[in-house]
């Protein structure tokens, strides 16, 4: 491979890293052999009796509506099993709402005028990526339009989506949330970072180091004679301001950044709290709450009262014949009472076999990862889900309904 033009004089260590970077780059786009640095993904079919669970309604019924040549057609695969994309769900959605009217919030959960945007913060914490990247992809298979954002640097959340690399930092690499945040001319509209995911009616901002950028200057500024508290979390409020129709509800994954975390707060309708119920990690989070509660009382020093729907806590990676495990949870449900939700997500193999594919549980079949395993994470998952479906319901003013109709969905599956 012939030498690249000799390099400038005097040339700084710094600049004749990027130089090598920029060069083996180029070389291996040239070759062929540069990564992707996003999968191009699509999302598998849903078989009739998966859509017939997701839509509350009987395999029957839904068979009788394909041979009536009502709603959107399925595909036909052997012995004349049904099968829909998701996109198709959702058109069977609108279908069911317009047909069944009293139903229609059962069967269309989107907001309706007067019901405000809901934005769930997901606190850095044990199981917190996998936390928001099941909420998410739960939400949108209910019908819900969602936007996830990933604030961590190292772009956990996103490998979840397909988006790997987070430390390349040239190429046509995603905009994180640092773009919209900026605080020199270079800023853009929050419309212009968010990318579409292979989940119909879920949209994603990356992570990655670009993020760090945004710290450094947040932390300048907070020192800064001149100006005694940041604007760091008000910009957090007015990018999702800027994109507040076009969701239900905004998941947030904060990462380790003090001030984009502080944002994640104050733009925050509500917070999740992930803990493992083992007595060292209660002790952590115990901690980690002082760090939300100074975050919090800063934003309220500054003048903007933080005026959160609510405060849930998640028991995660849950082991329940774990006697030790057992008391921490009792701990936890004294201690917390409501705030900490009846349902748990276990310790599973198949949720960890599922990440190692760089895939969730929903987008995989049961014999992936074996039925059993698969049947039970999806249990605890889907219940999890379904609590913070009925929060969110609560606060619409509307009544509560998913947790009853998994609890029906979780009978059928075990009987």
């Known amino acids: 491979m012939p030498r690249s033009e000799n390099p400038p004089q005097m040339e700084t260590t710094s600049e004749r890293i990027q130089r090598h970077a920029k060069e083996l780059w180029n070389h291996l786009i040239e070759r062929g052999a540069a990564p992707n640095l996003r999968y191009d993904r699509t999302l ?32 036909l695969g052997t012995a004349g099993r049904r099968s829909y994309t998701l996109r ?77 690399f987070p430390y390349i930092s040239f190429g046509s690499r995603p905009m994180s949330m640092y773009a919209a ?8 509209s929050m419309r212009s970072i968010i990318q579409p995911t292979h989940f119909d009616g879920l949209d994603f901002v990356p992570g990655n180091l670009e993020l760090h950028r ?7 500024r907070y020192h800064s004679e001149k100006l005694k508290y940041p604007d760091a979390s008000i910009r957090m409020v007015d990018a ?27 733009a925050a309708t509500g917070v999740l709290v992930t803990v493992r119920p083992q007595w060292p990690e209660i ?51 004294d201690s917390l009472g409501d705030d900490l939700l ?35 994470a999806m249990e605890t998952l889907n219940s999890t889900n379904a609590e913070v479906m009925d929060i969110i319901s609560e606060v619409w003013g509307r009544p509560k309904m998913h947790v009853s109709r998994a609890s029906r969905t979780a009978g059928k599956a075990s009987s």
Not at 183 to 188: A, L
Request: proline letters at 2%; charged letters at 25%.
């Open 214 to 220: 945004f710290e450094r200057q947040s932390a300048q």
């Open 88 to 164: 198709q769900i959702n058109e069977l959605r609108a279908y069911l709402a317009s047909a069944r009217q009293k139903e229609a919030l059962k069967f269309c959960p989107r907001r309706r005028d007067g019901e405000k945007l809901q934005i769930i913060s997901v606190a850095a914490g044990s199981a917190s990526t996998t936390t928001s990247l099941y909420l998410a992809q739960g939400l949108a298979l209910q019908g819900y339009r969602v936007l996830a954002i990933d604030l961590d640097s190292d772009g956990s959340l996103s490998k979840g989506f397909g988006y790997n």
């Open 283 to 333: 002790a952590s989070m115990t901690m980690s709450l002082d760090y939300y509660l100074h975050r919090i009382s800063l934003i309220e020093k500054a003048g903007r009262p933080v005026n959160h729907d609510f405060t849930k806590y998640l028991v995660t990676r849950h082991d329940p014949r774990d006697v030790s495990e057992q008391d921490a949870v009792a701990f936890l449900r």
């Open 44 to 75: 598998r079919s849903f078989s009739l009796g998966e859509v017939a669970e997701i839509l509350g309604v009987s395999g029957s019924y839904l068979r009788q509506l394909s041979i009536d040549g009502l709603g959107p057609t399925p595909k």
């Open 342 to 376: 009846t349902a748990t997500v276990w310790e599973s193999d198949a949720i960890r076999e599922a990440w190692l594919k760089n895939r969730s549980l929903y987008e995989l079949l049961a014999g992936a990862v074996g039925r059993s395993a698969y049947e039970q």
């Open 240 to 266: 999702l301001k800027e994109v507040e129709e076009d969701y239900d509800v905004v998941v947030i994954h904060c990462g380790g950044g003090s001030f984009l975390t502080a944002g994640a707060y104050e």
């Open 181 to 188: 945040l900026s605080y020199d001319e270079d800023r853009v």
